[in-house]
């Protein structure tokens, strides 16, 4: 079996297994007398503004005779109502009575009782899990990602795993991304390894970019001296990069340093980081040595930046 097979085997599993769970498999959804198709229509009329059924066929890709047939039975059950557009006389808003309302409010209701149930079992962070999987699964398929970085917040306390998921990021990262082979996820681990030795949150600090309970982002702060810092640990998943994520924690890094009134600040990479390279320049390092190298399994230029905040 190829591995493309797999995974369609994989998602077939899962299909049966989530349909068992919601019990999508019923004739009839929520203990009502409407199919989960039926519902569905009832859903998109009462959250859509001036709704018509070629919006409903345009969401739900929905056949349009088959549609025609519900809306009917929505019509002489008393659950809706047209209304001719005074625009076009050929078209016509659809909108729940409230007869129809009163029906949706008590599926919402039934609706959130049962995944509440489903949920309740599991302790928060199961919870949040089972939350942020759902969230990716839709991300991915619908093929957009939001524009905007606040459902994540930045984390400035150091918890157990922490340190663990930050080498398991870079080595996995930087294996696709770059090439670099097992010798760069020893040297990460080093990396860390020294710095908690000597971590002291009054001259250092990490700050962590949190989505759906789990690591996205991080970039460090170290205390060189009373006057000198370092720069480190600068990642963003890529499901997370073009949301100006990498521009925030780094924004939050050099505030850190002038609070800590640190007057200059370096960092140490390398030229195959073309982005990160660039985000430094933008805001005001300047590249004061290089040396090229046999690194990792690849040859690149070993590069340092500084920045001056006392200016």
């Known amino acids: 079996m190829s591995s493309n097979d797999t995974l369609i085997a994989e998602i077939r599993h899962f299909n049966r297994f989530y349909t068992g769970v919601v019990g999508l498999l019923d004739q009839h959804i929520l203990e009502s007398k409407y199919s989960l198709s039926e519902v569905r229509v009832l859903y998109e009329i009462g959250e859509q503004e001036k709704c018509t059924a070629g919006q409903l066929i345009t969401t739900m890709k929905i056949d349009g005779g088959y549609l025609s047939r519900i809306l009917k039975k929505f019509e002489t059950a008393g659950l809706l109502t047209r209304h001719q557009s005074p625009a076009d006389g050929r078209t016509f808003f659809l909108q729940l009575t409230a007869k129809g309302k009163k029906l949706m409010t008590g599926l919402n209701d039934k609706s959130s009782d049962q995944i509440r149930q489903i949920l309740e079992p599991l302790p928060e962070s199961q919870q949040q899990q089972v939350a942020g999987a759902m969230k990716t699964i839709e991300t991915v398929l619908s093929g957009s990602a939001p524009a905007v970085t606040s459902d994540i917040h930045i984390r400035?306390?150091?918890?157990?795993?922490?340190?663990?998921?930050?080498?398991?990021?870079?080595?996995?990262?930087?294996?696709?991304?770059?090439?670099?082979?097992?010798?760069?996820?020893?040297?990460?681990?080093?990396?860390?390894?020294?710095?908690?030795?000597?971590?002291?949150?009054?001259?250092?600090?990490?700050?962590?970019?949190?989505?759906?309970?789990?690591?996205?982002?991080?970039?460090?702060?170290?205390?060189?001296?009373?006057?000198?810092?370092?720069?480190?640990?600068?990642?963003?998943?890529?499901?997370?990069?073009?949301r100006g994520l990498g521009k925030r924690l780094f924004k939050e890094a050099i505030a850190f340093c002038r609070e800590k009134n640190y007057e200059k600040v370096y960092l140490m990479t390398t030229s195959l980081q073309n982005t990160a390279i660039d985000i430094y320049k933008k805001a005001g390092f300047r590249k004061t040595g290089e040396k090229f190298l046999q690194l990792w399994g690849q040859q690149q230029y070993e590069q340092r930046y500084d920045m001056d905040l006392s200016q």
């Not at 949190?210 to 460090?220: E, F, M």
């Open 156 to 242: 400035y306390d150091l918890q157990p795993g922490d340190i663990g998921y930050l080498i398991y990021l870079h080595g996995e990262l930087y294996a696709k991304e770059c090439g670099y082979n097992f010798e760069f996820e020893s040297y990460v681990c080093k990396t860390f390894q020294d710095f908690l030795a000597t971590y002291n949150a009054n001259k250092d600090r990490v700050f962590l970019a949190i989505a759906d309970n789990k690591i996205v982002g991080a970039v460090a702060i170290l205390g060189s001296s009373r006057y000198l810092a370092q720069l480190r640990w600068f990642i963003v998943h890529p499901d997370y990069r073009g």
